[in-house]
C-alpha cells in the first residue's frame, strides 16, 4: 500500500522548513507574484531556491502555486517570472487557468503540473480531459465526497495521482471561486487579494427602513451565514486511504509556524501509525489533543461523507479558539549545562509554566525559573521585546526549532 503523502503550506521560508522538519513530505508555497495567498509572506526567489535545496536534501518535494485566473496584463509578467526561476528544480506547479498551462509549457517544458482544486475537478470525464492535457496529479474539488473520489481513482490510470484537502479552513465558494471580496470590496478574490468576506458579520435591512438592522438568526449576536467550520480528517485516515487518495493537504499558509508545526506533527503521527498496521489501526486522542492546541474553528469533516447539512456552519462567532499562544521557538541547547537559546516569539515570563514540543517528541511542561538576555547575560523577568534572544534552563533536552507555547 503506498502510503499517503503529507502536503504542507508554506507561506514563507521559516514556515517551509519547519513544515518539513515536523514530518511533511512535500510542501506548497507561493512566489511573490500569481499566488491565490497575497496576503502570505511568500517567498521571493532567492526563498524559493533555498527551499528547495533545503527539501531535496530532506528527500522531500516542493510544490509552487501559480493558479489565479490570469487577466491579459498577467501573461508577459508571467512569461519573465517563469524564465527567472526556470532554472529551479520546482517539483511541480499547481494551476488552474488553460492560458498559464500553456505558457508554463513553453517556458518550462518538462514542468510537472497538479490541477489546482480552483479548476473544481468533480467528475471522471473531467479527470480524463486534463490527464489528455498533460496534468500528473487532479486536486480534488471539495465538494467531492469520498465514494465520488474513489469512483474518480478508478477511472484513472494507477500514474495518475489525486490530492485532497484534509484540514483547515474552508471558503463558502465553489471550489475556491468566489466573487463576494470582489463584489464587496473591489479586492479579487481568484487573483489572490480575497478579503474574506464569508467571514463578517451580517445583519438584514429593509430598504424603506434604513438604519433598521435585524439579526438573520434568533438571537442578537448577529449572523455568521457564511462561516464554514475548519476542515478536519485527522480520525479518518483509513478512508482516505481507501479513497485512494495519493496526498493529504492541510491548508494554511497565513497561518503561523505554531499552527505548521502543530497541525503537522499531530497528522504525521496519525499517518504512520495507520500504515504501521492498518488492519489494527486505532486513533489516539492525544493527536486530536494535539490539534486543539493550534488556533482552530470548530470542525466539520466537509463533504467527505455526504452533502453538509446546517451543522457544518457556526452561526454565533467567526472567531478563532486560541486555547495555546506560541512564544518561542530553540535556536540551540547546550547538553552539559541543560540551557537552551530561545528566540521570543510572544512574551513569556519568570515563573510561568510553559510546554516544549519538538518533531520527534510529544511534549513536556517547563516552568521558567529564572531567564537571561541572550547577548547581555543580564538576568530578566519577562521578554516583552519581539524576537528577543534568551537563555534558560529547560527540565530535558531540546533541539533546535523545538517550540515552545503556554496556556492563555
Known amino acids: 500500500m503506498k502510503k499517503i503523502e503529507l502536503l504542507a503550506p508554506a507561506g514563507d521560508l521559516e514556515k517551509l522548513k519547519i513544515a518539513i522538519i515536523y514530518g ?3 510542501v506548497y508555497f507561493g512566489g511573490e507574484f500569481f499566488s491565490l495567498r497575497a496576503g502570505a509572506g511568500n517567498m521571493s526567489i532567492e526563498d ?9 536534501q530532506r528527500n522531500k518535494k516542493c510544490y509552487m502555486t501559480i493558479n489565479i485566473y ?79 473520489i474513489r469512483m474518480i481513482n478508478d477511472y484513472l490510470p494507477e500514474t495518475m495521482e489525486t490530492e485532497s484537502f484534509v484540514h483547515g479552513a474552508m471558503c463558502i465558494s465553489y471550489s475556491g471561486r468566489c466573487l463576494l471580496s ?15 468576506p464569508c467571514r463578517y458579520r451580517y445583519s438584514l435591512v429593509e430598504e424603506k427602513r434604513p438604519g433598521q438592522y435585524y ?6 449576536r448577529g449572523s455568521y451565514i457564511m462561516n464554514s467550520k475548519d476542515l478536519c480528517m485527522i480520525r479518518h485516515i483509513p478512508d482516505l486511504a481507501a479513497a485512494g487518495i495519493t496526498s493529504a493537504k492541510i491548508e494554511g499558509r497565513m497561518k503561523s509556524i505554531f499552527y505548521v508545526a502543530t497541525v503537522i506533527h499531530a497528522y504525521r503521527q496519525a499517518i504512520d501509525a495507520y500504515y504501521a498496521n492498518p488492519e489494527h489501526f486505532e486513533f489516539k486522542d492525544e ?32 472567531k478563532y479558539i486560541k486555547d495555546y499562544s506560541f512564544v518561542g521557538k530553540v535556536l540551540d541547547y547546550d547538553a552539559q549545562t541543560g540551557y537552551a537559546v530561545v528566540e521570543q516569539r510572544n512574551k513569556m515570563t519568570v515563573g510561568e509554566t510553559i510546554e516544549i514540543f519538538g518533531p520527534d517528541i510529544s511534549f513536556f511542561e517547563q516552568v521558567i525559573t529564572e531567564m537571561y538576555d541572550y547577548e547581555s547575560g543580564e538576568s530578566v523577568q519577562s521578554a516583552p521585546h519581539p524576537q528577543q534572544i534568551l537563555k534558560f534552563k529547560v527540565a530535558e533536552p531540546v533541539k533546535k526549532d523545538y517550540i515552545l507555547r503556554k496556556k492563555v
Open 182 to 196: 470582489n463584489f464587496m470590496t473591489g479586492r479579487d478574490s481568484n487573483r489572490g487579494l480575497c478579503a474574506h
Open 70 to 148: 490570469a487577466h491579459n496584463e498577467d501573461i508577459e509578467p508571467l512569461y519573465s517570472y517563469l524564465r527567472q526561476i526556470r532554472d529551479i528544480d520546482i517539483d511541480a506547479f499547481l494551476v488552474s487557468d488553460p492560458g498559464i498551462i500553456d505558457v508554463i509549457k513553453e517556458v518550462i517544458p518538462d514542468a510537472n503540473l497538479h490541477l489546482s482544486t480552483q479548476a473544481n475537478l468533480t467528475n471522471y470525464k473531467a479527470a480524463a480531459f486534463w490527464q489528455r492535457a498533460g496534468i500528473s496529479r487532479l486536486v480534488m474539488a471539495r465538494e467531492l465526497s469520498l465514494a465520488e
Open 24 to 26: 511533511a513530505d512535500a
Open 215 to 220: 439579526p438573520i438568526e434568533e438571537d442578537e
Open 287 to 318: 493527536w486530536m489533543d494535539e490539534l486543539l492546541k493550534a488556533s482552530h474553528r470548530e470542525f466539520t469533516t466537509g463533504f467527505y461523507y455526504g452533502y453538509p447539512t446546517g451543522n457544518e456552519q457556526n452561526y454565533k462567532t467567526s
Open 48 to 56: 524559493i531556491r533555498e527551499g528547495v535545496a533545503f527539501a531535496h
